[in-house]
Structure formats: structure tokens, C-alpha cells
């Protein structure tokens, strides 16, 4: 039952590094999202990708990248991190873009931390 | 203003005790409403759907106003594990039906 799973768990990077953050599921979901949590924010999305082949821009999507690189995974990339992207990201997903159902099926989430 | 907003809380109540947690939407496009719940340094999970009647699950009821823009949890009976953050979840009419989520109620129910 592995579900969503993103890695890596935690990471500490240095202002200006890059790196990616990696997510797979395995619940044949046509959806996927990229969220980050910060106190008092709630989750902000950053980008999602509504099936396979296509990537659209969430709320929060400056300094993000994402590739959906075929139906099972979904990655974000950082490219030049910034102390503001310190966070928790959460990847997420769900059976149908537009379905009338909320049930998204996170990952266990990606503690970041940019120095 | 945010989309979606509710009271940060905390909320500290004892055991067996009736807890209401509320939630304003501003986008009157909204067409779906969710409550999730999320552990301390966990991931959020769905909790409940709301409907527009009015819907119960064992101890939990939502409650939606879409007149007034707003939902409500209610939680009867608070049990210990019951304590967690509740975020208040809608689901957007139009730009692909994203998904736009309150920033929680945390709520600590003690013995």
C-alpha cells in the first residue's frame, strides 16, 4: 500500500543550490500536485498537473519547476534555492482533475530547509 | 483576503466535550466542500465531504451555508484522538477545479 511516495524526507540546502524533489504514485491517478505548508499559510499550490502531458501553474509557482515525467511521477524542482523556500512540500494525488471529489492522497511530505 | 479562512485556534477542550469549527469562502464559484484533518508533522487526510444538506459521520457533522458562504465542523463526544489540525477545504468551480485549502484549526482535547 504504498500510495504517494515523495522523496527525499528531509533535506538542508545552501542559498543558490538546486535541487529536485521527487514524487511517485501508484494509484493509476491521472492527477498530481505539488503543495507547500507554512504556519499560519495552510497549503499553497504550486503547481499541479492535471494528466499526464500537461503542467499548469498554481498560486505559489515562482522558483518551481515541475516535470510530469509519465503518469506514476510528478517532480518539483528548485533551481536556485532561497531562504524562503524554506517549507514543508507536500505532493498529492487525485483519480480525476474534475471530479466532484476532494479526495486528494498525500505524500508524507519533504521538510526543506534553505540556510 | 483569503480565499478560504478559519480560526487558527488552538482550541483546547476536555474529554466528551462539543467543539464547532467554522469556515468562510469567498469565491462564490466554489463548488465542493471538504474538511481534511492533519496529524502533527503529518499529511493531511480527507476527513468528510460537506453536503449542501447537511451530513453526519458517527460524532462529526458538516454543515454548509453557501447563502452565507460558510461550513461548519461539529465534533460531539471530543475523544483524545480526536486532536489534530482541520482544514477547511473548497473546491473551485472553474480553473480546473483546483483545490483551495483553509490554513486549519488546531484542536487539543485533553484528559
Known amino acids: 500500500n504504498a500510495g504517494v511516495t515523495q522523496t527525499p524526507k528531509f533535506q538542508v540546502l545552501k542559498t543558490g543550490q538546486s535541487m529536485t524533489l521527487q514524487c511517485a504514485q501508484d494509484m493509476n491517478h491521472n492527477s498530481m500536485y505539488w503543495y507547500r505548508q507554512d504556519p499560519g499559510m495552510g497549503l499553497r499550490l504550486i503547481y499541479y498537473?492535471?494528466?499526464?502531458?500537461?503542467?499548469d501553474k498554481g498560486e505559489v509557482p515562482n522558483g518551481y519547476n515541475v516535470s510530469r515525467l509519465n503518469k506514476r511521477e510528478f517532480s518539483l524542482r528548485l533551481e536556485s534555492a532561497a531562504p524562503s523556500q524554506t517549507s514543508v512540500y507536500f505532493c498529492a494525488s487525485k483519480a480525476l482533475a474534475g471530479a466532484n471529489t476532494g479526495e486528494l492522497f498525500f505524500g508524507e511530505g519533504s521538510r526543506l530547509t534553505v540556510l | 483576503r483569503k480565499e478560504v479562512e478559519q480560526d487558527p485556534g488552538p482550541f483546547n477542550v476536555p474529554e466528551g466535550a462539543t467543539v464547532a469549527f467554522n469556515c468562510t469562502y469567498s469565491?462564490?464559484?466554489?463548488?465542493?466542500f471538504f474538511w481534511y484533518r492533519q496529524d502533527c508533522r503529518k499529511e493531511p487526510k480527507l476527513l468528510m465531504s460537506?453536503?449542501?444538506s447537511g451530513n453526519e459521520d458517527g460524532r462529526f457533522t458538516a454543515q454548509l451555508n453557501r447563502a452565507s458562504q460558510y461550513i461548519s465542523l461539529l465534533i460531539r463526544d471530543s475523544k483524545l484522538s480526536d486532536s489534530a489540525t482541520y482544514l477547511c477545504v473548497v473546491r473551485r468551480g472553474n480553473q480546473g477545479g483546483k483545490l483551495i485549502f483553509g490554513q486549519g484549526t488546531e484542536l487539543s482535547v485533553k484528559p
Open positions: 469565491n462564490s464559484a466554489s463548488q465542493s
Open positions: 498537473s492535471a494528466s499526464e502531458g500537461t503542467t
Open positions: 460537506v453536503y449542501s
